[in-house]
C-alpha cells in the first residue's frame, strides 16, 4: 500500500521557464598600462622625455646653521650643554668633592648650593663597590640615606627650634657629598681581610673623617647649630656608623 505525498508546486523566477537562468559575464582582459618607450627603464609607464617641463614648480631654498636671518633658522652655537640645562654642574660637583677630602679645610661655601647629582654618583660608587663584594646593597643604601636624612633634619629643627632654617634637600645634599669617606672605605676594603683588625681601626677612621665633614658644614651652613654642635656629631655619627657596618658585615 503506497503512500501519496503532497509536493508543493515549484515557481521558477524567469517566468516559468526553468532552462533560461541568470547569463553569466564574460571576463574581461585585466587593465594593461601603456608600453614604455624607454628600454632602459622597463617598469615606467610613461614616457619622461615627452613629458612637458613644468614651469610652477620652483626649487627649496634652505638657510644654513647659524645664519639667524630667518625665524625658523636654529644657532646651536648659543645653546647650552646638555649637562648645564639638566641643572648638573660638573665642576662644581668637583669642587665639593675636592673640599671633602680635607676634614680639616673644609669650604662651607661651596655647599651653599645644594644639588642630588654628586651625592648620588656616590651612592650609586657605594653599591657598585658593595656588588664587587657580593653584597646587594643598592636598595638599601637608597632607603637608608633617605631615611637619615629625615633623621637628621627633624634632630636639627627640633634643636634650633624655630631659628633653624635646614631644609631637606640641603640636608640630604650635606648627607650624600660626606658619603666619600664610605665610597673609599667600600673600596678599600675589596683588598683588605674581612673580619680582622686593620678593617676595624680604618671604619673607625673615615667614619670619624664622615663625621667631622658633615658636622661642620651643617654648622656652618645653619644657623643656630654651633651651641649643638655635639648631638649634631653624635646624630652624624650614628648615621656613617651605620653605612660602615655594611662594609664590615
Not at 192 to 206: D, E, K, R, S, T
Not at 226 to 233: G, V
Amino acid at each position: 500500500m503506497s503512500k501519496e505525498f503532497n509536493v508543493p508546486p515549484v515557481i521558477f523566477p524567469s517566468g516559468g521557464n526553468p532552462n533560461t537562468g541568470p547569463q553569466r559575464r564574460l571576463p574581461t582582459a585585466p587593465f594593461q598600462p601603456p608600453r614604455s618607450s624607454n628600454p632602459g627603464i622597463p617598469f615606467m609607464s610613461f614616457d619622461i622625455g615627452s613629458s612637458p617641463a613644468s614651469t610652477s614648480f620652483s626649487t627649496p631654498q634652505f638657510g644654513t646653521i647659524g645664519s639667524g636671518t630667518g625665524g625658523g633658522s636654529a644657532n646651536f652655537d648659543d645653546e647650552l650643554p646638555l649637562l648645564e640645562e639638566l641643572g648638573i654642574n660638573t665642576k662644581q660637583i668637583w669642587n665639593k668633592t675636592v673640599s671633602i677630602l680635607n676634614p680639616f679645610r673644609v669650604k662651607a661655601d661651596l655647599h651653599e648650593d645644594a644639588d642630588l647629582s654628586g651625592p648620588f654618583l656616590f651612592l650609586m660608587a657605594f653599591g657598585l663597590f658593595q656588588l664587587l663584594a657580593g653584597k646587594l646593597h643598592f636598595g638599601i643604601i637608597l632607603g637608608w640615606v633617605t631615611v637619615a636624612s629625615l633623621f637628621l633634619y627633624v634632630v636639627f629643627n627640633m634643636l634650633a627650634g624655630r631659628n633653624g632654617n635646614l631644609d631637606l634637600y640641603r640636608c640630604l645634599s650635606l648627607i650624600g657629598y660626606c658619603m666619600l669617606p664610605i665610597v673609599i672605605l667600600s673600596a678599600v676594603a675589596l683588598f683588605v681581610p674581612q673580619g680582622g683588625l686593620v678593617i676595624f681601626v680604618m671604619m673607625g677612621i673615615f667614619v670619624i673623617w664622615s663625621t667631622r665633614v658633615c658636622t661642620r658644614l651643617l654648622v656652618e651652613l645653619a644657623s643656630c647649630g654651633d651651641e649643638h654642635r655635639d648631638l649634631i656629631a653624635y646624630a652624624c655619627f650614628l648615621i656613617y656608623m651605620l653605612f660602615s657596618l655594611l662594609v664590615v658585615f
